[in-house]
């Protein structure tokens, strides 16, 4: 007894000169009065207590046996496990429905052995069903019984209202929740938020205002004063391993936004939280961003670019850069075509800008095949002069896999624009052929078939690049400098560079190094074998008449 007394929260105080008989007897008495069903398990899961609360909510006759069955039957019709943390469902007894909210805790002793079980039963059906009830549930998440998206708002404005304190509110994201859900059922999914919120209710203080907004969002608008980053990650690290299991972890994404002004609206708060959510890009269990300026301006752009992009198509705003790609003498073999956006407002816009954006809202393969289309017109309108053994190369994003039948688009521009296949080069990325091997070594071999040339652009920046060779035959590798210049270790990776050039020789394949920026890089290259160039040492992506006029007559 004596060490539980320092066994943190747990701690209590008991004039040890009493019996404790009668401490158990005055225990009793403040239990009684909680208003809260109570059970207890011993370690071998045997009822050894249960309120006179417990006995009217399940309706058991008197004695610890019978009532315990009452609550394993009732969680046995609802096909709920005894260990589940935290839960509400409806009571159907005799006479009317009840709706319980019921807890279970493991009980630990200060050396964290377990000395038993607690359930506790509360019963909210009058909070339903009285006048307020009506008010409750437009205001109460059914799920969890925290403040909903509705209540939260109401409950902060509130707050804010009547505090001088600087508040600030985060918002949470579990990452791939979708997919849990999809893994392992809704039920094992609601049980997570379910015990989320149940922890929540047992960490956050009295100033805190706290809901589910909606699926796996949940908010806090705390003062700011309060927040520590490393304690709060800490916490949610305790937090989240409780719901951890050998197949699955969850990784929490946190953004906040500080509140500048309280009387903004709370939807609008959150939002701009949630944007500071999304921003982050780690894997960590428990990340958090927080919300600047910057992200707004990101996020109005992106906004801004999808509502224009069809525009822009139909209107042609979009054209290519071709970019020399050279042998080590400086003589030109081929260009890559890189998409640029001739905006009317804002003027020349960078791939780096859109690129990403229209990917990830699935648009991308209509710019794609646009740029293609502009390519092959490119080689047809060569055609027949000195430049027509100039090969052109465009890319093909890993979306445009889902969304087009590769072979038939470029087979149609073919024969739309009588060229000759061996000119119009495909770039895969690597990352995209390593999503989907099998698919992508039949699509290769299908347009090798065609007569077209493929090159895996961004060799090395994935992580499974030699695996992949062993089953992708492409024609060219196309290595990115960008990887030396993205280590420390010079020496390791001119030593992998140099065996990747051996060995893509050695399978029969070209190799392109692109992003090559110095004489030294050159050289270098040279002596490792590589004899073809792309890179801003020769030339930068320039305007298609620039290309003509520089390349009057190639060889
Ligand atoms: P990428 O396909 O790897 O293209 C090479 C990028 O490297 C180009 O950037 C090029 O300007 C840049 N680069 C070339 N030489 C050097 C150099 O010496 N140093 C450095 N630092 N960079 C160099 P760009 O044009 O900004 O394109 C960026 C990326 O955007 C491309 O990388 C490609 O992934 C994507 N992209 C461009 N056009 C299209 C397109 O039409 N469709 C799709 N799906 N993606 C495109
Ligand atoms: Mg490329
Ligand atoms: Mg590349």
Same mark, same amino acid.
């Given at each position: 007894?004596?060490? =539980?007394?320092?066994?943190?929260?747990?701690?209590?105080?008991?004039?040890?000169?009493?019996? $404790?008989?009668?401490?158990?007897?005055?225990?009793?008495?403040?239990?009684?009065?909680?208003? +809260?069903?109570?059970?207890?398990?011993?370690?071998?899961?045997?009822?050894?207590?249960?309120?006179?609360?417990?006995?009217?909510?399940?309706?058991?006759?008197?004695?610890?046996?019978?009532?315990?069955?009452?609550?394993?039957?009732?969680?046995?019709?609802?096909?709920?496990?005894?260990?589940?943390?935290?839960? !509400?469902?409806?009571?159907?007894?005799?006479?009317?429905?009840?709706?319980?909210?019921?807890?279970? &805790?493991?009980?630990? *002793?200060?050396?964290?052995?377990?000395?038993?079980?607690?359930?506790?039963?509360?019963?909210?059906? =009058?909070?339903?069903?009285?006048?307020?009830?009506?008010?409750? &549930?437009?205001?109460? =998440?059914?799920?969890?019984?925290?403040?909903?998206?509705?209540? /939260?708002?109401?409950?902060?404005?509130?707050?804010?209202?009547?505090?001088? #304190?600087?508040?600030?509110?985060?918002?949470?994201?579990?990452?791939?929740?979708? @997919?849990? %859900?999809?893994?392992?059922?809704?039920?094992?999914?609601?049980?997570?938020?379910?015990?989320?919120?149940? @922890?929540?209710?047992?960490?956050?203080?009295?100033?805190?205002?706290?809901?589910?907004?909606?699926?796996?969002?949940?908010?806090?608008?705390?003062?700011?004063?309060?927040?520590?980053?490393?304690?709060?990650? #800490?916490?949610?690290?305790?937090?989240?391993? #409780?719901?951890?299991?050998?197949?699955?972890? +969850?990784?929490?994404?946190?953004?906040?936004?500080?509140?500048?002004?309280? !009387?903004?609206?709370?939807?609008?708060?959150?939002? &701009?939280?949630?944007?500071?959510?999304?921003?982050?890009?780690?894997?960590?269990?428990?990340?958090?961003?927080?919300?600047?300026?910057?992200?707004?301006?990101?996020?109005?752009?992106?906004?801004?670019?999808?509502?224009?992009?069809?525009?822009?198509?139909? %209107? &042609?705003?979009?054209?290519?850069?071709?970019?020399?790609?050279?042998?080590?003498?400086?003589?030109?073999?081929?260009?890559?075509?890189?998409?640029?956006?001739?905006? $009317?407002?804002?003027?020349?816009?960078?791939?780096?800008? /859109?690129?990403?954006?229209?990917?990830?809202?699935?648009?991308?393969?209509? @710019?794609?095949?646009?740029?293609?289309?502009?390519?092959?017109?490119?080689?047809? #309108?060569?055609?027949?002069?000195?430049?027509?053994?100039?090969?052109?190369?465009?890319?093909?994003?890993?979306?445009?896999?889902?969304? +087009? *039948?590769?072979?038939?688009?470029?087979?149609?521009?073919?024969?739309?624009?009588?060229?000759?296949?061996? +000119?119009? %080069?495909?770039?895969?990325?690597?990352?995209?052929?390593?999503? *989907?091997?099998?698919?992508?070594?039949?699509?290769?071999?299908?347009?090798?078939?065609?007569?077209?040339?493929?090159?895996?652009?961004?060799?090395?920046?994935?992580?499974?690049?030699?695996?992949?060779?062993?089953?992708?035959?492409?024609?060219?590798?196309?290595?990115?400098?960008?990887?030396?210049?993205?280590?420390?270790?010079?020496?390791?990776?001119?030593?992998?560079? %140099?065996?990747?050039?051996?060995?893509?020789?050695?399978?029969?394949?070209?190799?392109?190094?692109?992003?090559?920026?110095?004489?030294?890089?050159?050289?270098?290259?040279?002596?490792?074998?590589?004899?073809?160039?792309?890179?801003?040492? /020769? =030339?930068?992506?320039? $305007?298609?008449?620039? /290309?003509?006029?520089?390349?009057?007559?190639?060889?």
């Amino acid at each position: 007894m004596d060490a =539980d007394k320092t066994f943190g929260e747990n701690a209590y105080y008991v004039d040890e000169t009493v019996e $404790p008989a009668t401490i158990a007897r005055l225990l009793n008495f403040g239990v009684q009065q909680m208003g +809260l069903g109570i059970i207890f398990l011993d370690v071998n899961r045997k009822c050894v207590y249960a309120n006179r609360h417990a006995f009217s909510l399940l309706h058991a006759e008197f004695s610890l046996e019978s009532v315990y069955k009452a609550f394993k039957d009732w969680m046995n019709s609802l096909g709920i496990e005894q260990s589940s943390a935290a839960w !509400t469902r409806l009571f159907e007894s005799q006479e009317r429905e009840r709706l319980y909210r019921v807890r279970y &805790r493991y009980l630990l *002793d200060s050396n964290n052995k377990p000395i038993g079980y607690m359930y506790t039963i509360q019963n909210l059906s =009058d909070i339903v069903e009285n006048g307020t009830g009506e008010q409750y &549930r437009l205001t109460h =998440d059914e799920l969890t019984t925290l403040y909903n998206r509705e209540g /939260f708002k109401e409950a902060a404005q509130n707050r804010l209202r009547e505090t001088d #304190k600087r508040y600030i509110l985060l918002y949470s994201n579990i990452k791939d929740f979708k @997919l849990f %859900n999809q893994l392992f059922g809704l039920e094992k999914g609601n049980d997570i938020l379910i015990n989320i919120a149940d @922890l929540m209710i047992q960490h956050v203080k009295e100033d805190d205002i706290y809901g589910r907004i909606n699926g796996d969002h949940f908010a806090i608008c705390m003062p700011k004063e309060r927040f520590v980053e490393k304690d709060f990650k #800490k916490l949610v690290r305790e937090v989240t391993s #409780k719901v951890t299991s050998k197949s699955y972890s +969850l990784h929490m994404q946190i953004g906040i936004y500080e509140i500048t002004d309280p !009387t903004m609206d709370i939807t609008l708060m959150c939002d &701009r939280a949630y944007m500071a959510c999304k921003s982050i890009k780690k894997d960590g269990v428990c990340e958090i961003a927080w919300y600047s300026d910057e992200m707004m301006v990101n996020a109005l752009l992106e906004k801004e670019i999808l509502s224009s992009f069809d525009f822009a198509i139909i %209107n &042609r705003q979009f054209g290519i850069y071709l970019q020399p790609q050279v042998y080590s003498d400086g003589r030109i073999f081929g260009a890559e075509a890189l998409a640029r956006w001739m905006h $009317p407002d804002n003027g020349l816009i960078q791939p780096g800008v /859109f690129i990403d954006v229209l990917e990830r809202a699935d648009l991308i393969y209509k @710019l794609d095949r646009y740029i293609w289309e502009l390519a092959a017109l490119q080689l047809a #309108k060569w055609k027949d002069t000195e430049r027509d053994r100039i090969q052109i190369s465009v890319n093909v994003s890993p979306k445009d896999l889902y969304y +087009l *039948d590769i072979k038939k688009e470029f087979t149609e521009l073919i024969n739309r624009y009588q060229i000759d296949p061996a +000119l119009l %080069n495909i770039e895969i990325t690597e990352t995209a052929v390593t999503s *989907d091997v099998t698919k992508c070594a039949k699509l290769i071999l299908e347009l090798q078939k065609a007569g077209f040339k493929v090159e895996i652009d961004d060799f090395g920046s994935g992580y499974s690049s030699l695996n992949m060779l062993k089953d992708i035959n492409a024609d060219v590798l196309k290595i990115d400098m960008g990887f030396l210049r993205k280590t420390e270790n010079q020496n390791r990776a001119r030593v992998i560079l %140099n065996y990747t050039i051996d060995m893509a020789h050695e399978l029969g394949m070209s190799v392109v190094t692109e992003g090559v920026e110095t004489l030294e890089q050159l050289e270098f290259l040279q002596d490792m074998g590589c004899r073809m160039f792309q890179g801003y040492y /020769f =030339d930068k992506p320039m $305007p298609v008449e620039e /290309f003509e006029k520089k390349y009057e007559s190639p060889e």
